[in-house]
């Protein structure tokens, strides 16, 4: 890896050493020849799948759709074991390409940014990192991941508690052992679904605070065959084209069926069928669901149905069925017996929305009602999502203008890739991008091909800046808005997408839900049009 050092001039730096920074260290290094540094503040490459070591953490597209797809080579010499792989596998996988791509050199790990200002002089960013090293370059690439900053509640008490606690975006590389433990696990999302079953095959007694109750799908993972791994070999420019031209991204198509009008018999076997093949397709079934509230309506009530006849305890699947918004206008989860989970002797199931948490205590959780005596306290609370970790840059764009005031009434961004007084400074996945709402490797090497090809232009046209119009800005989260409002995607309370589950965090709808092709579309004709909405200037 690059060695620490002082001041050092780059034509482009990228934050972060996931699948954004390898494939923008390989676009920008190897088909434009610049001289480019990635820094990322963990130990080893893989970004968000560094961090996620938690129990049961898994990805939740599936494997042979979460890879790059910009090169046949890769994908035909690779394998993945599982239709869902895990944190190590996909560790693997990008250990993989970056050993194929010689990438390893130009990365340096263990390298946390601290902030990063932009001289208008000589048009240059300045990144500073936590041990001493100044970075200077023309271009400012971040590729931090949309669910890398961990959100741990401010609940009173905790630094008293004499036990272990721990967040699940913050796991000790070390297994955490639970074995005859008093185990309490607050947070029933998308990650809180994936630990549970884990955490409660060994716990001594496992007990979930679950504020916000949510519906989840049967993931039905397991190994691939030798038949389908090679099936993907043999068809891969047709799955590439499936993901690019699917608005989330992922291998499969949208039915044209409407669930509203579809005979109830029929619609039911529908979702059965669904149901038994598992993941995030089950949202495929009907073409209406996110956006007609009656069509929605069937989905939910199904799945209520589906965990009624899953949990014996009546009480307890009360609890579980008390869902508050329409299904999957929060990030849909998919699991491996998570429902399962609350039939065990060892599992309680706690609601905190009609008795709240009141404080942590020394030796456990004290709710309105009891105290909950626990060795182990387990934060699945999420991340503070999408613009969190952008914040925790100390970011600051031309006048000393800082990213954390240009968006203190809410993230605003042009297509989520940049921000209006922030020059040649660009967001990958940024807010107002498809990011979260799409399967991320297919986002991901979209913006990178976008940024490269803009980097491109300008160099062929001895363009210094590009930055981001204050008024394009306005307009495309107006877009963005009525893009969300078109669907039923704004009547979930408490959802990251809104930023609702961070107390004071303003309340704006994030990620582009107008579906990955649109959005492409919209991107390439911009760039068509002589970058339609920003200000070139040589």
């Known amino acids: 890896m690059a060695q620490s ?24 290094r190897d088909r434009l020849g610049l001289n480019v540094q990635v820094v990322e503040a963990g130990g ?47 560790r693997r996988y990008l250990t993989y390409v970056a050993d194929e791509l010689d990438l390893h050199k130009d990365i340096r790990l263990n390298t946390r940014v601290v902030s990063a200002s932009y001289s208008e002089d000589d048009n240059l960013w300045q990144i500073n990192t936590e041990d001493g090293t100044t970075y200077r370059a023309q271009f400012l690439i971040t590729g931090v991941g949309c669910l890398s900053s961990a959100n741990i509640p401010q609940i009173p008490g905790l630094d008293s508690f004499k036990g272990e606690w721990y967040h699940t975006g913050q796991w000790p590389h070390d297994d955490v052992d639970f074995t005859g433990k008093r185990v309490g696990q607050i947070g029933t999302g998308s990650t809180g679904i994936q630990a549970a079953p884990v955490i409660a095959e060994t716990a001594g007694h496992f007990t979930v605070f679950q504020r916000t109750a949510n519906y ?8 691939l065959t030798a038949e389908f791994q090679q099936y993907v070999k043999e068809n891969v420019s047709e799955i590439v084209d499936l993901v690019r031209t699917s608005p989330n991204g992922h291998p499969w ?25 598992g993941g995030l397709r089950f949202r495929a079934t009907f073409e209406d669901l996110l956006k007609d509230k009656t069509a929605n309506d069937t989905a939910a009530e199904f799945i209520k149905d589906k965990i009624r006849s899953i949990v014996k305890d009546p009480q307890t699947a009360a609890k579980l069925t008390n869902i508050d918004h329409p299904y999957a206008t929060k990030r849909p989860p998919i699991d491996t017996h998570y429902f399962e989970t609350y039939n065990r002797d060892n599992v309680d199931l706690v609601d905190i929305r009609a ?97 490269t090809d803009c980097i491109a232009y300008m160099r062929e046209n001895n363009i210094k800046t590009v930055e981001a119009r204050a008024d394009a800005m306005d307009d495309w989260v107006e877009q963005v808005n009525t893009a969300a409002n078109a669907t039923l995607m704004p009547q979930a309370n408490h959802s990251w997408y809104l930023g609702a589950n961070i107390p004071g965090k303003p309340r704006v709808f994030m990620p582009y839900p107008g579906g990955m092709k649109t959005y492409a579309d919209i991107c390439s004709d911009i760039a068509s049009d002589g970058y339609r909405g920003f200000t070139l200037d040589s």
């Open 5 to 28: 050092g002082s001041d050092k001039t780059l034509d482009a730096l990228v934050i972060g050493a996931g699948f954004t920074g390898l494939y923008q260290l390989h676009c920008l």
């Open 44 to 90: 080893g490459i893989g970004g968000t799948w560094y961090w996620n070591r938690y129990p049961g953490a898994r990805c939740d597209s599936e494997s042979h759709s979460y890879c790059y797809s910009f090169s046949e080579s890769l994908t035909v010499n690779w394998e993945f074991s599982e239709r869902y792989p895990g944190p190590a596998e996909i």
């Open 216 to 223: 989840s799908v049967p993931a039905h993972n397991g190994p």
């Open 253 to 277: 198509k949208i039915s044209e069926r409407k669930a509203a009008t579809t005979d109830p018999e029929k619609r039911r076997e529908l979702y059965e069928e669904a149901w038994k093949v």
């Open 355 to 451: 008795n709240p948490i009141v404080e942590i205590t020394p030796e456990g959780i004290r709710t309105e009602d009891q105290e909950y005596p626990l060795d182990i306290i387990v934060f699945a609370t999420g991340f503070d999502a999408m613009t969190g970790s952008l914040l925790k840059l100390n970011i600051t764009g031309r006048d000393g203008l800082a990213l954390s005031q240009a968006w203190s009434e809410g993230p605003k961004n042009y297509l989520g890739l940049q921000v209006t007084g922030f020059p040649n400074l660009f967001t990958v996945t940024g807010p107002g991008s498809p990011s979260v709402l799409c399967n991320m490797p297919v986002a991901i090497e979209q913006h990178v091909e976008w940024i």
